[in-house]
């Protein structure tokens, strides 16, 4: 199922989750070793780190939420998506909870604060994993057509044009570009997407 939110030909959720998961799990390094050390510079740094980290997940949702909403009902991609937003939507608030725990003195946070960007970070570790069940396993967010040859994103032809296609004109007119979307795959497609590109 291709994304709805595209730049460039490539959908946008996994583009921008990338910064807030890196800044919130540093953050979280950050208050180990702060703890470790006794060193408040790491704290302070963690509260910046989640500062951005849930601006970042804010960025994120939006087109993973526009993705989600294109799903079909009644598939488990549905219900899977469904997990994974609303788990980073508790990842986040539990960010939020440790940052404004922390607004007084960043770098001395106390219990609580440490405590909500741990089980945050924990949490963004099963939603993560949630996520890459959808692209991965579910086809959230592929290109219909998609093989190991496909054309760049860039060319503007599908991913199942066929090798020597150049332009839109001259792909071969049986192709409309919809025949995945219109019709339900078979549950387990990846034998034809490494086969398809062995032609």
């Known amino acids: 199922m291709e994304s709805r939110a595209k730049v460039a030909g490539h ?24 703890l470790v050390s006794g060193d408040i510079r790491w704290a302070e740094v963690a509260y910046y780190l989640i500062g ?10 939006v087109p993973g939420w526009i993705d989600w909403f294109a799903i ?16 980073n939507t ?3 608030v539990l960010f939020v909870l440790s940052w404004l725990l ?12 440490v405590v909500a960007g741990l ?5 963004a570790a099963i939603t993560g994993w949630l996520g890459g069940e959808l692209v991965e396993r579910l086809g959230v967010g592929v ?6 040859d496909a054309p760049s994103s860039l060319s503007e032809l599908p991913a199942g044009a066929e090798r020597g296609v150049v332009s839109r004109s001259a792909m071969p007119s049986r192709y409309q570009g919809v025949e995945r979307r219109a ?8 034998v034809e997407r490494r086969s398809r590109g062995a032609h």
């Open 119 to 123: 089980a945050g970070g924990g949490l």
């Open 90 to 92: 508790v990842v986040l």
């Open 72 to 87: 079909p009902q009644g598939t488990r991609a549905k219900r899977i998506g469904l997990i994974h937003g609303v788990g």
């Open 102 to 113: 922390r607004r007084e003195n960043p770098g001395v946070p106390p219990t609580e604060a």
């Open 11 to 34: 959908a946008v959720h996994p583009m921008l989750i990338v910064f807030p998961l890196g800044l919130l799990a540093t953050a979280v390094v950050f208050d180990i070793i702060h």
């Open 183 to 190: 019709f339900p795959q078979p549950a387990y497609a990846g």
């Open 143 to 148: 290109d219909d057509g998609a093989h190991l």
């Open 52 to 61: 951005a980290g849930v601006v970042g997940g804010l960025a994120a949702a």
